[in-house]
Nanobody, 124 residues
Framework: VQLQASGGGLVQAGGSLRLSCEAS????????MGWFRQTPGKEREFIAG????????YYADSVKGRFTISRDNAKNTVYLQMNSLKPEDTALYFC??????????????????WGQGTQVTVSS
């Protein structure tokens, strides 16, 4: 499984960014997808997950109400729309996929494949 994330950058507090992650190497539409983020010295944080169909989503409390995860199965792509960004959202953002089709989209520990990460920096 190959995951290619893009869309990161520098934005002012209160601004928005949309991250994209294109997957290849297997049938995209039958697997959950997720987004994580990590800052130096901290553990990777699971922030959003979506089921294979796009019907059900999960958000960490830290991003709930500001971030939206979505997917386009025809394009093999998952998105993370980030609004009302805060300086504490600054991190390296990763998309991720589980190994198994039956994996639970809301369980961060079930994600085993990772993209290379895209940096998001929010200035105050």
């Amino acid at each position: 499984v190959q995951l290619q994330a893009s869309g990161g950058g520098l934005v002012q507090a209160g601004g928005s960014l949309r991250l994209s992650c294109e997957a290849s190497g297997r049938t995209f539409s039958i697997y959950a997808m997720g987004w994580f983020r990590q800052t130096p010295g901290k553990e990777r944080e699971f922030i959003a997950g979506i089921d294979y169909s796009g019907t059900s989503t999960y958000y960490a409390d830290s991003v709930k109400g500001r971030f939206t995860i979505s997917r386009d199965n025809a394009k093999n792509t998952v998105y993370l729309q980030m609004n009302s960004l805060k300086p504490e959202d600054t991190a390296l953002y990763f998309c991720a996929a589980p190994r198994y089709t039956g994996s639970r989209y809301f369980r961060g520990r079930e994600y085993e494949y990772w993209g290379q990460g895209t940096q998001v920096t929010v200035s105050s």
